[in-house]
């Protein structure tokens, strides 16, 4: 879920000169980013394009948006994430063109870097260090906290994804809007608003889609494609956590947790989003899920309809958005849990002091 | 879920004379059925506004929508629905305005009857029978099997709910788009698209949801009133019913239950949808969800990504649509389970044999 919660266009660009650290930051209106970028894309040959490490729909649907957008210029280009592409996204059109950090041998000959979806370059992980000092880079993304570490930087936090803004690029280089273009930006779109559920959907964000789903994106087979192709272990796991639903700090806080032993016993169990099950329940501000993917080291998922857990999981040594943070915690489940329930007291208690 | 899964617009006008059983089928376009409802609202004073029993939002809201066009009008109305409105849509513009069927002393007075949502009459339960004999009836749905049991019928299956037909009625009567009434059509649309994922949500829904949120609808507030207002009780039985997922016919089926026993263990829970989670499970073609609703009385969920389960419900004593239809069958667990298998066997045979 990105930061961004309303549907205004904010747009800075800032010119970076990584080499010496000088940073010159200007205000433009998109057209001429886009104008920039498109400049870019016609003087140069050899492209690569990457996007965060553990890529989820928005960030694929980019990549694979913004290569289509050079095979049209007829520009070469290696597409490389470190980790590659979760099994759950091999539907999507274009998907075997992605590589991971081990299938990129030689990144001498780069020449742009274009980072997508993106808020720091280290968020690329292993990729970032593999891009040639001599490469420019290339920033598209929507998120608030974006560190603007590219030479051309075209930040729209008021879009939903990225996808929608790789697509805006895309069709003022007057390229057709293929089915195929079409059905990649609505999974960018659906993946990043949670299928029109968050608070960054906005009109231009349903204007789109429409328009995607007239281009021929099929709305119903989409979604079948991203939510209907679980294992049963994930349900089950997921069954097993909801039946151990706890509340704390007067029905404040409701929690739920997962040891290793459960997921010994559901090995394919994706427990990514468990925790937004528990945002159902009317009552609690604050929600959050305890995964032990090793023993004794806890993945902590927090999130919040009014709190700042953002604020909460800085102070357990982690991080995120105001709504939907996470950090890592060791420990055995109770000292897991007093560390979070410590945390949310203090931020509770300094609340009513206010 | 309605049962139409395209966008295209079908429209048929029924003329029915109830009082001798003498049917008049004609074809119309939308603007003529429209003209003809408009007309009706501009000569009569004495209105009911219903829906079918156990209401959603969708119905809630092409009941309200009317009623508001009534009120701009300057037209009495009664709301009536048989066992009143669910306290989840409590939220609503306008709810407190819809009455139950015990509410209603004396229809005698009523000159149209306006039925929303409704595929047949007897859907609105005790409602249908209190409409006199000398009242007119106006049907306006999108279910495809509608009986047309009403004097002017203004049914459009190819819309994805009934929230938009009833706005597109509003708009031609030239009233403006409040954001009252922009909330309660996206509200409609989304109940009826599953927030836009079922194969019914085509491009114009996503126009017309668009059109509501620049009019002031907001969609996360609407998603957070509709979705987040659950009882702990009802995750904490999703729960317990997901840990008992089974798999049935070499894997082609998949089924999970919940007992009488569960049920008083979590009185608040509300299984509504429950079912749905299984066809998250990449695999079986058929899911069901047994809902112990009484000792030895079961109400049985059936869906599916290809199968007829109308069919399959149908020769259990139920009905529905072709992916998502119902039952109620009486017996102990076992029983219940071998009475759809045994269904389910006779279908797969039937379609291997094909």
Redesign the interface.
Not at 238 to 245: D, K, N, V
């Given at each position: 879920m990105p930061g961004s919660?309303g549907c205004s266009l904010k747009l800075r660009e800032t010119v970076l000169n990584r080499k010496n650290g000088e940073t010159k930051v200007r205000s433009s209106d998109p057209v001429s980013v886009h104008d920039e970028i498109k400049a870019i894309i016609k003087k140069e040959d050899r492209f690569l394009i990457t996007t965060h490490v553990r890529p989820d729909g928005d960030s694929l649907a980019s990549v694979l948006v913004f290569a289509g957008l050079l095979d049209a210029f007829r520009k070469s280009c290696r597409i490389c994430i470190d980790d590659g592409v979760p099994r759950k996204y091999d539907f999507l059109p274009g998907i075997e063109r992605v590589k991971s950090f081990d299938d990129l041998p030689d990144s001498s000959g780069i020449g742009t870097a274009v980072v997508l979806d993106a808020s720091g370059l280290e968020r690329t992980g292993r990729i970032g260090d593999r891009i040639p000092e001599t490469a420019r880079i290339v920033n598209i993304d929507h998120h608030e906290g974006n560190s603007r570490f590219g030479e051309v930087n075209c930040i729209l936090t008021g879009s939903s994804s990225t996808a929608e803004i790789v697509y805006d690029l895309y069709r003022r280089c007057d390229l057709p809007l293929t089915p195929e273009v079409a059905r990649l930006v609505y999974t960018g779109i659906v993946c990043d608003t949670g299928?029109?559920?968050?608070?960054?959907?906005?009109?231009?964000t349903?204007?789109t889609?429409?328009?995607m789903?007239?281009a021929g994106a099929d709305?119903?087979?989409i979604?079948?494609d991203l939510?209907?192709?679980?294992?049963?272990h994930?349900?089950?796991a997921?069954?097993?956590?909801?039946?151990?639903?706890r509340?704390f700090l007067d029905d404040a806080v409701?929690g739920m947790h997962l040891t290793c032993q459960d997921l010994k016993q559901f090995p394919e169990a994706d427990t990514e989003g468990f925790v937004n099950?528990?945002?159902?329940?009317?009552?609690p501000s604050v929600q959050f899920f305890i995964n032990e993917v090793q023993p004794g080291r806890h993945r902590v998922s927090l999130r919040s309809?009014e709190k700042d857990v953002n604020q909460i999981a800085g102070r357990l040594g982690g991080g995120g958005h105001a709504r939907a943070a996470g950090c890592d915690i060791t420990g055995n489940l109770e000292q897991v849990q007093d560390r979070i329930l410590g945390c949310l007291s203090a931020v509770f208690k300094a609340g009513r002091a206010d």
């Open positions: 919660t299928c029109f559920r968050f608070a960054n959907t906005g009109a231009q349903l204007e889609a429409a328009e789903v007239r709305p119903g087979k979604i079948h939510q209907n192709r679980h294992s049963a994930t349900l089950q997921l069954g097993h956590a909801l039946t151990r639903i509340f409701v099950y528990l945002r159902m329940i009317e009552g309809h």
